[in-house]
């Protein structure tokens, strides 16, 4: 394969070269015949308007000095030959066809090149100038190139064929014995066998890797098969946990489906797994509220509400069915089964019965009032207790009453039953205002779901003490925040109120505001900036990865926090040096790239590597450094820079080739910018006004300066703002305009044509314009002269002046 594909694209770059060759020898060939049919239908338009034969075959006698020429006549407007010239040796009678207005006018055959030009006078066809070239020197460039081309083919067939052999000898066999052994533990699943390893070259240090592989995946493949193992057992001892519990548990699916339920929910309920639909379940289960006996509605159902996202906790639920005629009371809690992504994929309910317990409570309450005669005996005797605890409270209240904290107590339902006087400079209120109010109304109303939730929870779960913060409405409407510490009061296992103590932390409330605010600040200004930062500490972990850090490099904040930057972006080529440059800093403070900004290469999580464009810099927090670093993706400028070199290349070649065609052409060519600086001259422009392209100062276009402008009468003065350049500045095109320039200094006058046209850019704006120019002087004397000899003629022959 190696071989053929190198004979192959020696082949094709050989026929291309061929082809290019070929195709340049043919354009010039067309570009030189084309300038010798214009310069001899140049000269010949007098020889053919006069009917001289002579002057006509003396133009075509000087191409006698054009070897490859073998045929070429002057046709008149009729197409019948007028003059013709036959190169020696060559045949004679040659014809030349006219061809039509669809054919081109130059054609190439295998062993000629015809080459067809109009002669044309004031836009008429007064004849046509047809040549016939040889191609022998085309047929030699074939022979030669080919022949190289042949002899290149045969070498580097040899060179392939001998690399090939040795490719096959020390690469493609351990390769093919590579692929075989790895395509056997695919097939068997075997990952107990081996390569054999024969060398320390790159196949064998891959031989050496895949076999680490292997021993680890064999070592990671019984620890899958144990794990496993272990794994069946935990299932069957959870399910035999599942079978042999006291509690129900139930659990649907995300569509409300059961797909589990145990034998001690069936005791429980009475009925066993039913596949029926949500609407039914109340119905057939026989779900009641257990005080006022009615059926759940589908939506208040603790599966229902589970599989909605709420959490239940012990609700009290009475079922009667069928096989349940009586009805027993059970208490329920059900949550809803999330994935990893937060996704409710079901629910579970447990629940067990309390049947006893309830009828257990209706014999305690009648003990509660056989103990509530007790209690009133026991009055007297607390009422002598309480005596002697009022002399205490007395001076328990003088110390609560003068301290700047707020101290208040209440009952379980959260309305004040003491405050001490700090209310008053606390909130506003007094304490005949506060007491007996709820502490939620001065709660600040945004708060107050929230601080009620959280001191349900306390209630809920009997927390002995909590300290929370909230904001609160004072009397003339401030908010303030505030600090409390609430302590339970119990009688017994009962709640019966609260003891609290409630500071002022507004002041601190707002520092820490403010110092949240600078945080956020600095944080949107490191997320928006445009490009990317990264903060490590003093181990080179990352500490801070922006959101451009993330864009350039491919990495997610997620997957790099924490992790060492140099293991993550910096190529292998680099590391050694930034870790000794690191370590450096460390010790000595000092780094050759802290604060400078220097370009260079990183990697991101494709593992490409990129140009970027870095800046150091460091800062110490708590004593310890930390380094931030500043990156820019220059990647694609660095790219286009390139292009941008190639591309000056190449306009700098096409100008060079430009300059050829224009230094090799019979007519003047200026080009001139807006400000009518010249940025294009040929030489035939310089010789024939004197003016030319200067590549440094860029000459500004005056011919006024330098001639006198007349129209052809030479009397006339021609305005220099009608001029074809000027013109076309304006974006108006013209076509032969005939000038006399009359040198200011010499007085020599020249003929000249001009024709000029606007250059515009993509937008249709003018950018530069272009004028030719023709030197037609010499013509119009040689014109001139064949008047007079046309007069002289027809005197002598006998016609009369001006007939």
Known sequence: MQVFTSALVLGICITAFVLIDIKGFKDRKETTSIAIAQMIG????????????????????????????????????????????????????????????????????DQNLLVYHKILKDNQTVGHVVMRFELSELNKIKMDVLRLGIVLLLVGTVLAFLIAMIIKMYISKPLLN????????KDTADYGMRITVDGKDEISILATGLNDMLSTIEKRDNEVALSKEQLNKQNTLLQSVIQNMGDGLVVV??????????????????????????????????????????????????????????????????????????????????????????????????????????????????????????????????????????????KYREIVENTSDVLHTTDYKG????????????????????????????????????????????????????LYSFPIITKTRDQKWIEQTVTQLREGNRITGHKSIMRDITERKAAEQKLKESEDQLQTIFNEAPDALIVINEEGNILRWNPQAEKIFGW??????????????????????????????LETSEGPYINKTVEITALNKKNIEFDIELTVSTASILGKHIFIAFIKDISLSKKLENEKIEADRLVRLNEMKLKLILENIGEGIIVTDTQKRIVLSNHMAEEIIGIKQDSETHNTLDWSAKYDLYYPDEQTIFPSQNLPLEKALKGESTDD??????DSETKNKKRVIISGRPIVDENNYIIAAVANIKDITYYKQLESALEESEQKYRKLIGFKSGK
Request: with cysteine; net charge negative; charged share 30%.
């Open 178 to 185: 590579l692929v075989t052994v790895i395509q056997k533990i």
């Open 415 to 466: 309305n004040f039953t003491y405050i001490n006087p700090a209310c008053k400079k606390l909130t506003g209120y007094s304490q005949e205002e506060l007491i007996g109010e709820n502490i939620s109304e001065l709660v600040a109303p945004e708060w107050r779901e929230r601080v009620a939730e959280f001191y349900l929870n306390q209630y809920k779960h009997k927390i002995d003490e909590t």
């Open 556 to 585: 997610p904040i997620e997957e790099v926090l924490g992790k060492k930057m140099r293991d993550l972006i910096i190529p292998e080529q680099y590391k050694e040096s930034h870790m000794k440059g690191f370590q450096h800093f």
């Open 253 to 394: 699916d995300e569509k409300g489906k059961f797909i589990l339920w145990n034998p001690a929910s069936e005791k429980i309920i009475g009925i066993g797994l039913l596949d029926i639909s949500q609407e039914k379940w109340s119905e057939t289960y026989g779900v009641f509220w257990p005080e006022t006996k009615n059926l759940f509605k589908t939506d208040e159902l603790p599966l229902v509400r589970a599989l909605n996202g709420e959490e239940l906790d012990n609700l009290e639920i009475f079922i009667q069915n069928y096989k349940k005629t009586i009805g027993n009371f059970i208490v329920m809690s059900a949550s809803p089964l999330k994935d990893e992504l937060g996704n409710i994929t079901g629910a579970v309910a447990v629940f067990h019965d309390i049947t006893e317990r309830k009828n257990s409570e209706n014999e305690i309450k009648k003990l509660n009032e056989e103990l509530e005669q007790k209690v009133i005996e026991r009055t007297d005797q607390l009422a002598k207790a309480i005596e002697t605890l009022r002399k205490s409270e007395e």
């Open 42 to 109: 140049f000269n010949s338009i007098s020889a053919l308007e006069f009917l001289d034969n002579t002057a006509a075959n003396k133009s075509l006698s000087e191409l006698k000095g054009q070897t490859d020429i073998l045929n070429a006549s002057i046709l008149d407007k009729n197409g019948k030959v007028f003059a013709s010239y036959t190169k020696k040796g060559s045949d004679p009678k040659f014809q030349f066809v006219i061809p039509n207005e669809r054919q081109k006018n130059i054609q190439f055959t």
């Open 737 to 742: 305009v005939e000038i006399i320039i009359a």
